[in-house]
């Protein structure tokens, strides 16, 4: 499935106008061990152009070092550490699910934009369904996505087979996954890229 996601997440960005990443500065806030932050690297980012910020004291620890070239913070995404306007490219990889007060989400998303530059882009990949085995997760769709980020036109695409029926299904055959991941509804993800408008314009 992350193949499938992977190239959903190349093709968006395309669509958005990025062909290329050389030279592009990107954040990924929540960026956990680094791995995903990893990704934009073989895309074809710069190591040194590469930042992150988490939470968890162990996951930056563990992020420095298999990825020292990365620029990786211990910082909350309500208060991050770098200028306006600081990045190409602001990414959030199933962050704000966990996120149930709604004053931090907005004050998440309004940091986001901040640190973004006026034509970048903030890349979004979260749930888009409740998830009944896990109360301490919340969905998010697309309305509360233009809510959160009133400056962004968002890109969306569906993706990510349903996580239950992908476990399920996988112990018999790869290859019905991919059947069954075409199926829109049985997607459990949105993926969206967005272009952040210049503050003061709509």
Known sequence: MLQRREQAMLALLRRAGYATLSGKRVLEVGCGRGRRLADFQRWGAKAEDLFGVDLMPGFIDDARRDYPGFTLALASGEQLPFPDESFDIVAQLTVFTSILDPG???????????????????????????????????????????????????????VTLLPPLARAIARVSFGLCRALEVVPPLRSHYLAIGRVAAPGIT
Do not use: C, H, Q
Request: proline share 9%; aromatic share 12%; hydrophobic share 40%.
């Open 104 to 158: 931090m989400r907005r004050r998440m998303a309004s940091e986001m934009m901040r640190v973004t530059k006026g034509g970048g882009a903030l890349i979004w990949y979260d749930f888009r369904y409740p998830n009944p085995w896990n109360p301490d997760v919340k969905p998010i769709g697309r309305s509360e996505l233009r809510v959160l980020f009133p400056r962004v036109d968002f890109m969306v695409d569906s």
